[in-house]
């Protein structure tokens, strides 16, 4: 089950937001006092609730707002203990100075806004101590492994326990909660809404991870990426699986550098991940721990894909191939798929995108220059490749007869700029952004404005998202649903 947290200012607001969540399908909600302006009126809250509630008050050090009388607020407590809420949260420290009384059931919680503590029997013997009905246990995660720790916790637990780790790096523990024995997770009323660190909206838990559906046997995949917060594969993904009637799930992880060995060889074991898309800044690190790459992932020295499988990981590198798709939409018919010979690409950037791109054009043939805004890494590319490089400074020199954009520059937020300015592009070129949120990038707007030729980041996008799902399931996808909920995504198209 699903439990929203709301958290308004005005009585009207909370009981308005309440009975629009139940319509959504909510079936238990959190209401949060000490975001209410003013005197609390409980009555109001609870008289005729179209859904059993849980009844919170936090104070600051426990990530709540209230900084009031502490008596003042354990009475609150009471007084909803005796007006029979359905249940009622209880901080550790207090929870033995406040009895059970009728039918209200006692969640026992305990926050830690800085750290997984090392010893979670311990808190979780301590906390069995203080009658609790549901234990609740939500921490800080500062490794992903911290994730499989407390889901362990609650599945291990004869106690019903809510365990849950706060942040980006904690998504996993609260979409997965339901699958270790969690009595409830929680969820806000909007992603724009968030009560706590890492808390995922109501309709995303339903519409995009399908929570209550999760089970044992749901496999389960996911995009590794340091940050996370702004990725749009869980969508697409998952908006693929569920039209093809799969009982999997594509999760979001976020992994820091220092992380990643523990990522690959503990917690994906643990949990269970059959598959990972690899994005910035793993997509070369994680070649460490492919065993069976593939001649792209070997040319490139960079993978996009990982599948888990009996004989070890299998690594793949899907935007190879998208990349060269998504260029042959505007190439002569006789050059496309074929060799590129006598062609100039200037390639902008030298991350794991630029890397992917100047492989396969060197396979065709192609003549390349590498520019990028670190020098260094463009003579490193260009090196290891056997080709030129360029100053940043100097790219406007080259007149290519591609010009693709490998840099995140022109990506939402920063829709204003450009990596190439609209003076250098002539209208015989072809110009590849690999940037597709937006779509629109300043560079294909300016490109088109002139009469050059474009290729958009969305085309490149969905189809390295649609050979990763082959590769994860062996069947191939619709390509217009992933283009589609993209494009929606990004504001592309309006939906009402």
């Known amino acids: 089950m699903i439990c929203v947290s709301i958290g308004r200012g005005r009585h009207k607001h909370i009981v308005a937001e309440h009975k629009h ?23 109001r809250l609870l008289d005729n609730r179209p859904s059993p509630v849980v009844i919170t008050y936090r104070r600051e050090r426990d990530g709540g707002r209230y900084a009031g009388d502490e008596q003042e607020r354990q ?65 800080m995660a500062n490794s992903p492994q911290d994730n499989v720790r407390i889901l362990e916790l609650a599945r291990r637990s004869e106690i019903p326990t809510i365990g ?29 809404r968030t009560l706590a660190p890492g808390q995922i909206g109501f309709r995303q838990m339903v519409d995009l991870y399908r929570y209550e559906e999760i089970t044992d046997d749901t496999e389960l995949y996911g995009v590794v990426a340091d940050p996370i917060g702004h990725s749009l594969s869980p969508h697409l993904h998952n908006a693929a699986f569920s039209e093809q009637g799969m009982n999997r799930r594509y999760l979001p992880f976020r992994v820091p550098r220092e992380h990643l060995g523990v990522f690959f060889t503990e917690v994906c074991p643990q949990l269970g991940v059959k598959g990972l898309s690899i994005t910035i800044p793993h997509k070369e690190a994680a070649v460490n721990f492919v065993r069976r790459p593939d001649e792209a992932v070997k040319g490139v020295g960079a993978t996009n894909t990982i599948v888990f499988e009996e004989g070890g990981p299998s690594g793949f590198n899907t935007d190879c191939d998208s990349a060269m798709e998504s260029l042959d939409t505007m190439l002569l018919p006789e050059q496309q798929g074929g060799s590129l010979e ?20 060197i396979q065709r043939k192609a003549t ?14 260009a ?30 937020p920063n829709v204003n700029e450009t990596p190439f300015e609209k003076r250098w592009i002539k209208p015989s070129m072809i110009v590849f952004d690999t940037v597709y949120n ?21 085309e490149m996008f969905v189809r390295q998202a649609a050979l990763q799902f082959k590769h994860f399931t062996g069947v191939e996808t619709s390509r217009e649903l992933m283009r589609s909920t993209l494009k929606r995504l990004t504001g592309a198209v309006r939906t009402g």
């Open 438 to 458: 937006p779509e629109q990038t300043l560079l294909i707007k300016e490109a088109r404005a002139v009469g050059a030729r474009v290729v958009t980041g969305v």
């Open 368 to 381: 390349v220059v590498i520019s990028s805004r670190t020098l260094e890494n463009a003579e490193e590319l």
């Open 75 to 139: 009475m609150v407590l009471r007084t909803a203990i005796a007006e029979q809420v359905d249940y009622v949260d209880l901080e550790e420290d207090i929870a033995a100075s406040i009895p059970r009384y009728g039918k209200t059931k006692r969640i026992i919680s305990y926050h830690n806004f800085r750290e997984t503590p090392a010893d979670l029997e311990g808190l979780h013997r301590r906390m069995q101590q203080l009658d609790p009905d549901i234990i609740k246990i939500a921490t």
């Open 21 to 43: 969540l139940v319509e959504q399908g909510a079936q238990l909600c959190e209401l949060r006092l000490d975001y209410i302006n003013g005197t609390i009126k409980l009555k």
């Open 342 to 361: 006598g062609v100039k690409v200037l390639v902008l950037g030298s991350g794991g995108v630029s890397r992917a791109i100047v492989w396969s054009l």
């Open 164 to 192: 849950l780790c706060m942040g980006d790096m904690g998504m996993p523990s609260r979409i997965l909660g339901g699958r270790f024995g969690c009595p409830f997770t929680y969820a806000t009323s909007s992603n724009e």
């Open 383 to 412: 090196a290891h490749f056997k080709c030129r490089h360029i100053h940043w400074e100097d790219r406007g020199s080259v007149q290519p007869d591609v010009l693709i954009n490998g840099t995140p520059v022109g990506m939402h």
